[in-house]
């Protein structure tokens, strides 16, 4: 089955600064999906990721996905607190017909300093 | 428009108790999904349901089953309650009927804890 990896499992920012998440894929993305969450909360989407090499950019998020489709990264620009929490990536296995049934990374840890 | 509403958000049981999970999902969405989430294994899919159907179930025991009602609204049920099974359990609804995964919309979650 299908396994992601993220890294760095946390990470601790000055605010202001840039940072970069890493989501790699035991096999090929059909799609990769990135959330956030506040601790002991539910989930909310930021982007999905479909095509080999799409970019996409929400306020001073970037997500990428590779070329080959196995990795996708998340940058933040001058990071505030506002975007500390627990960010995820999500991978469709491909099975098709299901629209809830995704594989997720463990997460990693976001702690921006004021 | 209200959001994926769970309830109870906090419980506390013994071992061996049974629990239900109630979730109401975004009026429209006929998807709703449960996950465990869990500091050691993270977020697990648990099982999916589509117009009061299974339509997906993740690798948990029997102990673990849900269902669907006709207004969407879901519940899930853990029996015969382990320590292990103290969790935050999650539930998603989607708007689409099929094709892959769009965006999912979280609830709270309903914390278990199992003593």
């Known amino acids: 089955s299908q396994e992601l990896e993220q890294s760095p499992q946390s990470l601790i920012v000055q605010e202001g600064k840039n940072l970069t998440i890493n989501c790699t894929s035991s096999?090929?993305?059909?799609?990769l999906y990135w959330y956030k969450q506040k601790y002991g909360e539910g989930l909310i989407f930021l982007m999905m990721?479909?095509?080999?090499?799409e970019e996409k950019s929400h306020e001073k998020i970037t997500a990428k996905l590779d070329e080959k489709k196995q990795q996708s990264s998340l940058h933040i620009t001058a990071s505030q607190p506002s975007h500390a929490g627990i960010y995820l990536c999500g991978a469709d296995e491909g099975y098709g017909g299901s629209q809830g049934n995704l594989i997720f990374g463990k997460g990693t840890k976001l702690s921006v300093k004021p | 428009k209200a959001g994926v509403t769970q309830t109870p958000r906090y419980l506390i049981k013994t071992r061996g108790q049974q629990v239900t999970l109630s979730c109401s999902p975004i009026?429209?969405?006929?998807?709703v999904s449960w996950y465990q989430q869990t500091p050691g294994q993270g977020l697990q899919f648990l099982f999916e349901y589509f117009s009061e159907t299974q339509r997906n179930k993740g690798n948990f025991p029997g102990r673990f089953s849900g269902r669907q009602f006709s207004n969407s609204r879901s519940e899930m049920n853990v029996s015969t309650l382990e320590l292990g099974d103290s969790a935050l359990y999650l539930c998603a609804s989607s708007l689409l009927a099929g094709g892959p995964p769009g965006e999912l919309f979280f609830g709270e979650g309903s914390r278990l804890t199992v003593l």
């Open positions: 096999k090929t993305l059909y799609g």
């Open positions: 009026s429209g969405h006929r998807s």
């Open positions: 990721l479909q095509k080999g090499g």
